[in-house]
Structure formats: C-alpha cells, structure tokens
C-alpha cells in the first residue's frame, strides 16, 4: 500500500502546480512525510536522520507556538515542491532503457578531439540540466554504469571512466545555479530579493563558469584521453535516433507552450512535461500501461533517498528562516568592502557546511531569508547574491549527503566519500581563490577606480 503513496504525492503536487493551490501542495508534503516515515528503516543512515531532525525541529516550533500555521504549510509544501522536483525529472531515466542512442551516449559523447572531452561532458551536462534537473544525473549516470556492466570494463579502467565521465558530468551539473534561469538556487535567491533578477546574476555567473570549467580542464585532460581510447567508434547514429529526437523536440515545445501561455516557470513546465511525454511513450511502446505504471513507480521509489533529503532540508530551511531575528544582521555590512567581506562568508560557508552533512539548500534557504534585511538597511544585495550562487555551485561538488553526489554514488558504485572529496576536493580548493579574486576585483577594485 505504501508503494502508492509516492506516485500520488508527485502527482498531487504537479496538480497542486497547475492550480496553483498552497493547500493541496501541502497535502502532498504530508503524503510525502507519511511514506518516509513508514520507509524509515529503509532510507540510508543521512536520509533518515535528517528527515527526522527535519520533522523535530518543525513539530518542537510549531507545539511552541515559534512557527505560525502559514510557516508549517508553507514547509510541507516546499517540501512537497522538492521531492517532486526529483520524482517527475527522474523519470527520463525509464526513457534510457528504450532507446539505444541514450544507452549509447557515451559513446556519441566521448567522440571528437580527445582534449575537449572535459569541456563537452561539462556544457552537455550543463545544457541539458538546465531543463531537466536532476534528469541529466539519471541519464548520464545510468547509461554509463549500464555501458561498462555491458563491456565488461571492470578495476582501474572501470574507476577512470567513473572519475572522468561521472565527475564531469556531476561539475557540468553544478554549473546550472551560475547560468540557467531554472535553477532552485537563482528561484530562492530572486524570491527574497525581488529587486534581482536571473539576467542581472547571469554576467557573473558565466564568469564564474568558464573559470570552474579551465580548473576542471586542467586537471582531467589526461585521464579522458585514455578514456576516449576504450569508446567504442561509432559508424552510424544508432537505431531510433531520429524517434528520440522527435520525443525530445516535442518535450522542448510542450514546456515551451506552458511557459509562454501560464505563468509557469521553466522548472515546473518541465515537471509537468516529462513525465507525461514519458508516461505517454511507454504506453505506446509496451502496450502496457500496467507495465508502466509499475516502472514509473519503482523508478520513483528507487530515488526515495535523495527525495527524503530534498523533502527534510527544504521543511527545515523554512522552519529556521521562520524563528530568526528579523535585526540578526544589523550594521554588519558597512561600504564596499565590509558588504564584500559579508559575501566571502556566505560563500565559504555554503561548501563549509556541506562538507559536514548540511546540504545547500537548507543553507541557501536560510542566507537568502536573511537579506531582505541587509536591503532594508541599503546594503547592495548583489555582491552578496553572486557569492551565495557561486558557492552553492560549490556545495553541490562538495556535499557527500548532497542529492547530486548521491545519485552519481549510487549509480557509479563509488563511495560519497570518495566522489565528494577524493575527486572534488582539490578542484574546489583550486577553485576558491580563483573565484574570490574575480569577485574582489568586480566589486572591490573595479568601483574604486571607476
């Protein structure tokens, strides 16, 4: 019986989306919490613990009264929002199964001049993410554990195609909060300060990118040349290339359609699109919708760790955002380089925080609930805002409990520990210093001499 709850609760918030209703978004948010509360001893060690502090910290605040009925209902349905957000773009990965050139991507991907795999794998990723979330991490993750079981590439070569290919894939992913308008980082961010906006973020942001993409360049040419020599060459574009680029051209203008005749954003347009272009096609293909029902459901439950750290960490954040000061920052950003010294602090801390277990979103959730006040006292929230961007791009390389890391764990095999910091680890210490003279030199020294 608990099987169902999932599916309905994605189901009630993509509805909840369309009518724009608080009240059934919350319901989904209790569904939610119902089945992870039946799943607990099934979730892994993190996921449980954090959905349970999640439920403490919120059920302690709302019996003292420190959280208003808006603030609880407005927790379980950010909630809801977010462990929707992974089961609906989870659901490409029913369409890899179908279609031999996803199966084959790597393949497509690793062609080319050997020097500028890392760059493709990066912008790929980035491209495709931007639409579809955390659907590029299902599609590059688990065509690439399918290839190598198929191939029989086992010991160090196995471990050099997961380091080269799931990392670049995991970085390309995290470079979404610095340049796509769909990213939850730059929703939060622009929600609390409406005054921002996606295209005043976005100069900075592609800044930011192209330096995170020359680190990363330099430090895994060398392991995706050897790479490219074990792909397999391609003769032809493989069968059902064409059926799947139509399946791909009709998701594009579907969610096209939704954002330009609602009021939708492209995020929820694409919540809303692939899992019905999804469902649709299996239907069609398997003849079977009982069939396919059955696999959208399994495939859902299979995520049901990630979706428990989405759904706990976005209750929490607004939970916490709820009982802070409202004159918690006052007077502590004052001139040009006290506001600069305020942004290096929310950015170090974001992949500070991650490292020991608080994913960036929690942490984002509760910096961007902050800065209504520094804007109240005059502060420029713009320094501060590209910061927290860019070291939420950071986080999420960063954080071993973070649902990205955790995926391309479970589908490469590969411990959290060692995706986190044995192969993120010095890029994002090489990184830091690189990106912090690039703000200091936008927002310290550039007005001085202007």
Known sequence: MSRVLVPAAVFLELLALCLSSIALSAFAGVLFVFYFALALRRLQSYSRYLFLISLVVIGYLGFIRQLAAEDLVRAASNAAFYAAFLGSLGMMQCLVRRFEVLQRIHDVLLGGRPALLYPKYAVVSCGVASVLSFGVMNLLCGTLSETLRQRGITGASRLRWLRSVLISTLRGFALVPLVAPTSVAVAIITREVPSLSWSGLLPYGIGSAVLLILVGWGLEHKRFRRVSGEREPLEAWPAGSGRLLLLVLIIF??????????????????????????????????????????????????????????????????????????????????????????????????????????????????????????????????????????????????????????????????????????????????????????????????????
């Open 253 to 450: 203008a579907a969610m096209g359609l939704l954002v330009q005749l609602t009021e939708l954003k492209v995020s929820v347009a694409a919540m809303l699109t692939v899992p019905v272009v999804t469902l649709l096609y299996m239907f069609w293909h398997d003849r079977s919708p009982a069939k396919a029902v059955r696999e959208a459901t399994d495939n859902m439950l299979g995520m049901s760790n990630e979706m428990s750290i989405f759904a706990g960490s976005a209750g929490l954040g607004v939970a916490l955002v709820a009982v802070i000061p409202a004159d918690a920052l006052a007077g502590m950003a004052t001139g040009e380089l006290g506001v600069f010294l305020l942004a290096v602090c929310g950015l170090l801390m974001m992949p500070m925080l991650s490292a020991i277990g608080i994913i960036p979103i929690t942490v984002l959730s509760v910096q961007a609930g902050l800065m209504p006040q520094l804007v109240a006292e005059g502060v420029n929230p713009l320094p501060i805002a590209v910061a927290l961007v860019i070291g939420f791009s950071l986080a999420m390389m960063l954080s071993p409990f973070g649902p990205a890391v955790m995926l391309l764990s479970r589908f490469g095999q590969v411990s959290r520990w060692v995706v986190a910091f044995g192969w993120n680890g010095a890029f994002v210490l090489l990184s830091i210093p690189l990106l912090l003279l690039m703000l200091w030199g936008i927002f310290v020294v550039a007005p001085a001499t202007g």
